[in-house]
């Protein structure tokens, strides 16, 4: 097989292993298919820690203050920096890979910073990709940071064991821009920059909000089923000062304390379950649109019907129902 030498050393531990068959996955969906093939029985055993929060709050440093923390406990870390907004790999996210490669020794570290360059089946199903290698390749915790923006990163989340996000004080701007989505999939609050005015006002009003979703967030089936783990866990709420570690006991615990709430509550198997769900229709919508389109290109019967459509005697809808039958999926 043609990578099997590179998943060879990749379950040995090299880092340049891991570099490059995560090149492929992210380039080359038919690699993706025969990567996570062979590492997938090599899965399972990484934490997943998804980490958010609006530009500016502190990301950068809280991580490089985890990581830290992580590494001193002997821990092996893979961070996975996601911007889907960026067409390219972000300056700020770069500048950060430097400066956190100059922070750790690249044995205990691994970082990679991916951006939506056109992706394909996106990049929620890309990030799962590398996820998976990173935990073949013997990470203990791997973090995915994103910035709090779009649907992207709802779908990015529902790979994480834990989702954190991070909030300062001030004005609730960065309440406002954090999605709903995420904000119903959080499990930990953190006010960073407790070193600035403001912290525990912030807390008050993270509280406050959280008292106004509960009334409604719980009304939604389809949500509660989707994320069981909100029904019986409140998140948490807390505040650190990244610069200097701050705090981070605390935080350590809580991240600590939902692990065994997951684990204890049973809820981690519909966590598995929702992961995998999520990421198999990730898939299928990529595989499901190339086939039609290649049927949309091919065939001389759907040529037909774009003709009708084109003199309004067939619509739209009606034509993707009749797609849906030539490929043998209708009820
Ligand atoms: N006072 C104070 N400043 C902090 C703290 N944490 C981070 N900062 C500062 O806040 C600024 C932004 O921090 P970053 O870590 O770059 O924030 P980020 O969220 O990664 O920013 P983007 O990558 O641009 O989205 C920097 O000047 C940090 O030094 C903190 O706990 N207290
Ligand atoms: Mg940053």
């Known amino acids: 097989?043609?990578?099997?030498?590179?998943?060879?050393?990749?379950?040995?531990?090299?880092?340049?292993?891991?570099?490059?068959?995560?090149?492929?996955?992210?380039?080359?969906?038919?690699?993706?298919?025969?990567?996570?093939?062979?590492?997938?029985?090599?899965?399972?055993?990484?934490?997943?820690?998804?980490?958010?929060?609006?530009?500016?709050?502190?990301?950068?440093?809280?991580?490089?203050?985890?990581?830290?923390?992580?590494?001193?406990?002997?821990?092996k870390i893979g961070i996975i920096c996601v911007d889907p907004t960026s067409p390219l790999t972000g300056g700020a996210l770069l500048g950060d890979r430097i400066r956190m490669k100059q922070l750790f020794s690249i044995d205990n570290v691994f970082i990679r910073s991916m951006a939506n360059r056109g992706q394909l089946g996106g990049l929620a199903r890309a990030t799962e990709d590398v996820i998976k290698i990173l935990d073949a390749y013997g990470c203990d915790i791997v973090i995915v940071e994103t910035v709090g923006v779009g649907q992207s990163e709802v779908?990015?989340?529902?790979?994480?064991?834990?989702?954190?996000?991070?909030?300062?004080?001030?004005?609730?701007?960065?309440?406002?821009?954090i999605k709903?989505?995420?904000?119903?999939?959080?499990?930990?609050?953190?006010?960073?920059?407790?070193?600035?005015?403001?912290a525990d006002k912030k807390i008050a009003e993270i509280q406050q909000m959280l008292e106004f979703k509960k009334n409604y967030k719980y009304d939604s089936k389809e949500i509660s089923e989707k994320f069981a783990k909100i029904e019986q866990w409140t998140p948490e709420i807390t505040k650190v000062n990244s610069k200097i570690g701050e705090n981070f006991d605390e935080l350590l615990g809580l991240?600590?304390?939902?692990?065994?709430?997951?684990e204890e509550s049973g809820?981690?198997?519909?966590?598995?379950?929702?992961?995998?769900?999520?990421?198999?229709?990730?898939?299928?919508?990529?595989?499901l649109t190339e086939?039609?389109?290649?049927?949309?290109?091919?065939?001389?019967?759907?040529?037909?019907?774009?003709?009708?459509?084109?003199?309004?005697?067939?619509?739209?809808?009606?034509?993707?129902?009749?797609?849906?039958?030539?490929?043998?999926?209708?009820k």
């Not at 809820?267 to 595989?287: A, C, D, F, M, P």
């Not at 774009?306 to 797609?323: R, V």
């Open 1 to 75: 097989m043609e990578y099997s030498n590179l998943i060879s050393q990749l379950l040995k531990g090299h880092p340049r292993a891991a570099a490059r068959l995560i090149t492929f996955v992210e380039n080359d969906i038919e690699a993706a298919e025969e990567i996570v093939n062979s590492i997938y029985e090599h899965t399972g055993n990484a934490y997943i820690l998804g980490i958010t929060g609006a530009p500016g709050t502190g990301k950068s440093t809280f991580i490089s203050t985890l990581i830290k923390i992580y590494v001193e406990q002997g821990k």
């Open 155 to 177: 779908d990015i989340f529902k790979s994480a064991h834990t989702v954190v996000v991070l909030l300062v004080p001030g004005l609730g701007d960065d309440i406002q821009a």
């Open 180 to 198: 709903s989505g995420i904000m119903e999939i959080t499990d930990i609050f953190v006010v960073n920059k407790m070193d600035l005015p403001g």
């Open 255 to 262: 991240i600590k304390k939902h692990k065994s709430f997951l």
């Open 267 to 287: 809820v981690i198997s519909n966590y598995l379950k929702n992961r995998i769900t999520n990421e198999t229709i990730q898939i299928l919508k990529y595989k």
């Open 291 to 330: 086939k039609v389109e290649e049927l949309l290109n091919s065939d001389k019967e759907i040529g037909k019907y774009i003709d009708q459509a084109i003199k309004k005697s067939l619509d739209p809808y009606s034509m993707a129902n009749l797609i849906i039958k030539m490929l043998g999926l209708e």
